[in-house]
Structure formats: structure tokens, C-alpha cells
């Protein structure tokens, strides 16, 4: 086949629920249209034995998927793998998740996020928050003494299961008892009832409104009894949602956007720091501050397909990882031939590139080499 005619091959592993949302007809159709081929893997028989792919997009739970795919990429050194186990697994523990937000905020790594904490413009961080593991610490008064009610509880791990996201939003210390450790209780943040959620693929960010709880008011909180269980609230319609009047009343085309370039700013450094191509995070405005903005959420591989347009971005990020893998065969190749036999063969089983010249921070299969590292491949 001439190089031309080349289609780039992209293997999905992915739940039931995430294909029906993701793998729509329309996506399918237009990467195709544009050489791409999404292929679905098959769960149910050894990933080894399947492809061939030049590159496999995954989210599933589980040891044995990783260990799937740890043997995959021994045995096809050159198949992308977006994005590494390693990578997305920090995501699955709600401390680990945020800790890279405050990693971005110490200021030597700020100033290589472009300076996004200017004092006179817009800062971000985490709202404060303590993880507890047993009943005991729950209990403890010293140990809660850093935190203001109300308080949300979210359970530590956020591995994707419906249990991940049950939450509780907590008045006082009387709300406490019927939680379940290991739980983060975060402070609970007044930001007007609207939340941001940002998707990030590749290089590309979209930020867009979703209706979140609304603000709780000093009066309010005297008057509130214990706490409020909730659960994926931002994806809540109808009858689910907490108070229905609030909202009728609220008008989400009305609020304010954050600056595009602060959240872009946010993202690439979130992206840099996670060496992950495939998220979204979400983002409140705190009431009290107005240009304060805090992290509250990550979550890997999420509901794209509410993204506005979310054919052509993720087409176009297939796209680009396809040319950029032309381009970086091309120059494997010239440079490959100049190595003998075994040599050879080695360098490969390292990794994809022959040669010195990668040792900078140069994209390869459009990845920098750090991310390479961490994307798994040969
Ligand atoms: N610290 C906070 N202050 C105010 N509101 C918060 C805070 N943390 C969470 N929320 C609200 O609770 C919702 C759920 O919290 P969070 O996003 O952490 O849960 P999740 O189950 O991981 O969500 P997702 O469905 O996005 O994965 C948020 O969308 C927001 O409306
Ligand atoms: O599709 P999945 O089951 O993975 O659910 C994801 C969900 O997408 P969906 O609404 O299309 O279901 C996402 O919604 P948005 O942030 O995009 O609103 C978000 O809630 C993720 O946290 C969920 O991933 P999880 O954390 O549960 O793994
Ligand atoms: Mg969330
Ligand atoms: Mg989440």
C-alpha cells in the first residue's frame, strides 16, 4: 500500500456504558473519512491477539486490563498506548488527584505554567480538605479542627464505580456519624451554583457551565440538620436534583466565564504535570474572592460526547498523533538504518526512537519525550 493510502488503526477498550457514549456513528464516520479506523477490542479475549492497532485508547478497570496491556506493548513496542496505566491511576485516589494542582501552585512550577499566579489576576488552587481512614479520626475533634462547615465527603477512591461518587454534603459534626471511612471531607466552597468543566485532548480545551449545589448561606447552615447524601450532581436532571426551585431560578447562560487563556493555562499544565492527553477537570469560582478559581475535581477519559463538537476534536487529536507517528517512522527509519543487527534491536526494545536527538524535549508520535516515557511502547 502506498504511504498515502495509509489508515491509522485505533484500538478502544472501554465499558459498556462509556462505548455506547463515546463510539457514536458520527465520530466513527468522520475519523474514518479522515483515515482513521476505530476498531473495538474485545474484552473478552486476550488483547495479544488482537490488532493489528497503531495505537489503543483504553478505560477499564482492573489489574488483569493492565497486565493486558503491559504484555501487549512487550510484544508491539510500536503501538501507542493513550494514556499509561501509571498515569491514570493517580487519578483514582482523590488526594493524588489534587495534589498536581498544588504542585502547579509553588512558584517555581507557576512561572512555568506562564505565570498563571499573578497577584493581580486570576489565582487557583484546592479547596482545603483532610483524607480520614477510620471511624476513630472521624471522631476526633483535633482532627477536624482545621476545617469550616459545611464540608463535602467524597469517598477516597474515585475508581469509577457508582459508589465512587457518593457524596455527602455535611452541616455539622452530628452529619459525621453516618459517614464511611476512607473519606476526603473537603470544605465546601460558595460559588454561585455554577460549575466549569474542562475537557482537555491533546492540546485542545474546552471549557463550558453546568448547574452545581447551590451556595449555603452562614443563616442557612445554623438551620440545616446533619447531611445531604448526593451524587453526580452536574449530570442530575428533573426530579433527581436537590431543590427544584433553585433550580428554576437559576440562570446559567447568565454566569460569568472564567478567562480562556487562565483555564488554557491550567490545563497544559495539568496535562504537562499528569502526562495524561485524555481528561477533564472541574473548576468553582469562589464566591468570596471572585478571581479565586479551585480545582475540585479530575477525572480520566470523561463524557466527551457532551463536549460542544466533540467529533472534530477528538478527530482531530487522531489526526495528529496518526501524522505525527508518520513522521516520526519516517525518521526512525532514516536514522535506524545507520545501526547494525542487534544494536538495532535493542535501541528499539527502549524505545521507539533511534538516536541521541530525542534526549531534548522534541515531540515524538506527539509526545515530548517525557511523556513518551510514560506512554507504553517499545
Ligand atoms: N469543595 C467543593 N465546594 C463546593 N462544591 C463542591 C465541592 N466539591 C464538590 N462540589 C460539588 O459536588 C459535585 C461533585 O463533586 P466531584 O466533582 O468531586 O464528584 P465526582 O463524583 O467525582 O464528579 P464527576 O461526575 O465529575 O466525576 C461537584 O460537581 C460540585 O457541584
Ligand atoms: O462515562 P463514564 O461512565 O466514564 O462517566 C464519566 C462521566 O461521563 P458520562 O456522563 O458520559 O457518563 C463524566 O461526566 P462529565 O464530567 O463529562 O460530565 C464524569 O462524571 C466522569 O467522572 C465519569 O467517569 P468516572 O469517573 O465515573 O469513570
Ligand atoms: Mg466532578
Ligand atoms: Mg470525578
Not at 124 to 130: C, D, E, L, S
Not at 329 to 351: H, I, P, Q, T
Request: charged share 25%; net charge negative; aromatic share 8%.
Amino acid at each position: 500500500m502506498s504511504e498515502s493510502m495509509r489508515r491509522f488503526g485505533i484500538g478502544y477498550a472501554l465499558a459498556p456504558k462509556k462505548q455506547q457514549s463515546f463510539i457514536q456513528v458520527s465520530l466513527v464516520n468522520l475519523a474514518k473519512e479522515r483515515g482513521v479506523d476505530l476498531i473495538k477490542i474485545d474484552t473478552e479475549k486476550p488483547l495479544v491477539d488482537q490488532g493489528p492497532f497503531d495505537c489503543i485508547l483504553h478505560k477499564l478497570p482492573g489489574e488483569e486490563w493492565r497486565k493486558q496491556l503491559e504484555d501487549f506493548s512487550l510484544k508491539n513496542p510500536n503501538v501507542l498506548v493513550i494514556d499509561h496505566p501509571d498515569s491514570i491511576e493517580r487519578l483514582h485516589n482523590r488526594i493524588s488527584m489534587l495534589q498536581v494542582v498544588s504542585e502547579l501552585t509553588s512558584p517555581p512550577a507557576a512561572a512555568a505554567v506562564g505565570g498563571v499566579e499573578n497577584q493581580n489576576e486570576e489565582t487557583f488552587g484546592v479547596p482545603k480538605q483532610i483524607v480520614i481512614y477510620t471511624n476513630e479520626a472521624l471522631l476526633d475533634p483535633v482532627v477536624l479542627l482545621d476545617l469550616k462547615f459545611p464540608v463535602i465527603a467524597k469517598p477516597l477512591v474515585a475508581d469509577g464505580s457508582a459508589k465512587s461518587h457518593k457524596m455527602s454534603l455535611v452541616f455539622n459534626r452530628d452529619g459525621l456519624n453516618k459517614l464511611k471511612p476512607p473519606i476526603v471531607l473537603q470544605e465546601f466552597v460558595n460559588h454561585g451554583g455554577v460549575i466549569f468543566k474542562v475537557y482537555v485532548v491533546g492540546d485542545h480545551v474546552t471549557c463550558v457551565k453546568r448547574k452545581s449545589l447551590p451556595d449555603v448561606s452562614e443563616e442557612k447552615l445554623a438551620s440545616l440538620e446533619g447531611s445531604l447524601p448526593f451524587s453526580q450532581i452536574s449530570n442530575l436532571t428533573g426530579q433527581d436534583r436537590l431543590d427544584e426551585n433553585y433550580y428554576e431560578a437559576m440562570h446559567l447562560d447568565q454566569a460569568e466565564m472564567p478567562p480562556l487563556s487562565f483555564i488554557t493555562d491550567i490545563a497544559r499544565g495539568l496535562r504537562r504535570a499528569m502526562r495524561l492527553h485524555l481528561f477533564n477537570f472541574d473548576v468553582i469560582r469562589d464566591v468570596r474572592v471572585g478571581n479565586r478559581y479551585l480545582v475540585i475535581d479530575i477525572n480520566y477519559f470523561p463524557g466527551y460526547a457532551k463536549m460542544p463538537l466533540y467529533e472534530t476534536v477528538l478527530t482531530d487529536f487522531f489526526v495528529e498523533i496518526f501524522q505525527k507517528t508518520k513522521e516520526e517512522n519516517l525518521k526512525v527509519d532514516a536514522n535506524c538504518s545507520k545501526l547494525v543487527g542487534s544494536e538495532k534491536e535493542e535501541r528499539k526494545l527502549v524505545s521507539n526512537t533511534c538516536g541521541d536527538e530525542n534526549d531534548g524535549d522534541v515531540p515524538v508520535s506527539g509526545l515530548s519525550r517525557e511523556e513518551k516515557e510514560n506512554t507504553l511502547q517499545v
